[in-house]
């Protein structure tokens, strides 16, 4: 009998053990301009709150690589615009490493290269999950764009049930293949959207969003995410942009539409 006790109280300090190994700490505490996310804290820019009222429709939008460098902020219009109308507040998410508009972003971006890693998209998950527990919303809503699609599709694999709809606008969705693609070299360490369809809850719809010619991220690679989604039985549809290129600014009109209805 004694023995049995010993084990019984092992194995509940290795359950407490492990559960104190898996839940990230807390880096911040949320609000209006931060979440936390995977012990970070990230600057999260938000519009509309005042106006929320309560189960406000949760949109978040989430910046590419900025590989030009400077802060990421192209992304606050059209997170400021998903605001504005009543019972809708919309944030501006700035991912681990980068600046924002007068803030930086706990956690780091490898100087802009291979960095949706497994530590980051925890964090752009988390974060999410801080601001749906923050707001409350009645649905949440992703978008997006470029590497911020790369770390989405992530997201709703890993946090299956999360998100209710993404969108990934200019997905670099197979990153070999993206890399490849661009006779660029590889990224090891960043985890590829396409390699988590198979995780993704059935009541997540996804739309993916790519300009016709996009020389940076080609449209194959959202046309194959697609036919790879729905063969799990996935809500998953294409939007080709004519004309479009990759900058979200040219692309932002039908991708609002499209979000909106309008």
């Keep these: 009998m004694r023995y049995l006790v010993v084990l019984a109280a092992l194995a509940l300090g290795a ?8 839940a990230a700490p807390v880096a911040c505490t949320p609000d209006n301009d931060r979440a936390s996310g995977n012990g970070f804290c990230l600057v999260a ?4 709150a005042e106006n929320a009222g309560a ?10 690589d900025v590989s030009s460098g400077g802060p990421a902020t192209y992304h606050l219009g059209p997170a400021e615009e998903l605001g504005a109308p009543a019972g809708s507040v919309a944030v501006g998410l700035v991912r681990p490493g980068y600046s924002g508009k007068g803030a930086r972003s706990e956690g780091s971006h490898n100087n802009r290269r291979d960095h949706y890693t497994e530590a980051n998209n925890l964090a752009v998950g988390e974060a999410i999950r801080t ?3 923050f707001y409350k919303p009645s649905r949440t809503i992703v978008i997006g764009h470029s590497g911020g699609a790369a770390h989405t599709g992530a997201v709703i694999g890993q946090f299956s049930g999360l998100i209710d709809d993404a ?22 360490s960043s985890q590829s959207p396409i390699g988590f369809v198979d995780r993704i809850a059935k009541s997540t ?7 016709s010619s996009d020389s940076n991220t080609a449209p194959f690679l959202a046309k194959d995410y697609v036919e790879a989604a729905r063969k799990q039985g996935l809500d998953a549809r294409y939007v080709e942009i004519p004309g ?19």
């Design 45 to 48: 820019h938000s519009f509309g």
């Design 205 to 211: 719809r996804i739309t993916l969003l790519t300009g």
């Design 167 to 188: 969108y990934l606008v200019s997905c670099p969705c197979d990153i070999p293949r993206w890399r490849s693609s661009r006779n660029a070299s590889s990224w090891s």
């Design 15 to 22: 359950c407490q053990t492990a559960q104190q190994q898996t």
């Design 131 to 133: 601001l749906k527990d």
């Design 55 to 64: 189960s406000p429709a949760l949109y978040v939008v989430i910046h590419g």
């Design 244 to 262: 479009g290129g990759h900058n979200f600014d040219r692309l932002w009109p039908t991708v609002k539409s499209t979000v909106t209805g309008g």
